[in-house]
């Protein structure tokens, strides 16, 4: 197994060193092969560490992807040990994320606690995590942020939070409409409206003037003229 971490870290320290913008596949796909080769706690911690490491974007989330590949009995009680302790802000984010990408309701309290956090790499990933796992009750939860949340951006990713719990069947259109309704009338960020249009788009399947290139993550079109579509036809004031 010490063969198999050094093999990761020569490959890692190489394309660093290189910088190249796109890293082969077939060497984000060995590195992940070695990375998932054992679950014992030496593998664990050598893994976890990498996280650090994001210089290089595709490298960073390959090696997060392959985390939360391992079996969930076993990453599940590592990282709900390591939140305990984890100091450094960003690790402590992606510990949220990856618990909340494998369903873990374990990290449901520590989101609902923290997602007012002072640090805004915490409340964006206790928004996004509570869209993933969270249940109708949570929904209050979401609109406080669709509503109070200082930055623009996470007041958006609020709303889509709120899509994403209905994406998975936990709740209906008429349970989060009147939410997202009553946000885009107040609404005046273009980049928070941009979002709240989509999901009300997704969720009625009408076209008010947006198109959303998920893959891109990319919005485009007359937001405010969107808007203004919006509050015509539906009748709201």
Known sequence: MKEQILEVKSLIDKMLIIK???IPFEVTHKISNLLISSNDKEMLEFHYSLLKIKDDAVLYYEIR?????????IIEPFLLDKLKTEQDISLKGDIIQLLG??????ILPYVKSNIKSEIRDIRYRCIIVLGWIGTKEDLPILNERLINESDDELRGYAATAMRSLWSDNKLSKEDILPYLYSALVNENSEETLSSIIITIQDLLKRKFGLQERIDEGIITGDVFKAKEKVIQKLGLK
């Open 65 to 73: 992807t392959t985390f939360e590949e391992r079996p969930k009995e």
């Open 101 to 106: 990408g494998i369903g873990s309701f374990e």
């Open 20 to 22: 190249e913008d796109f």
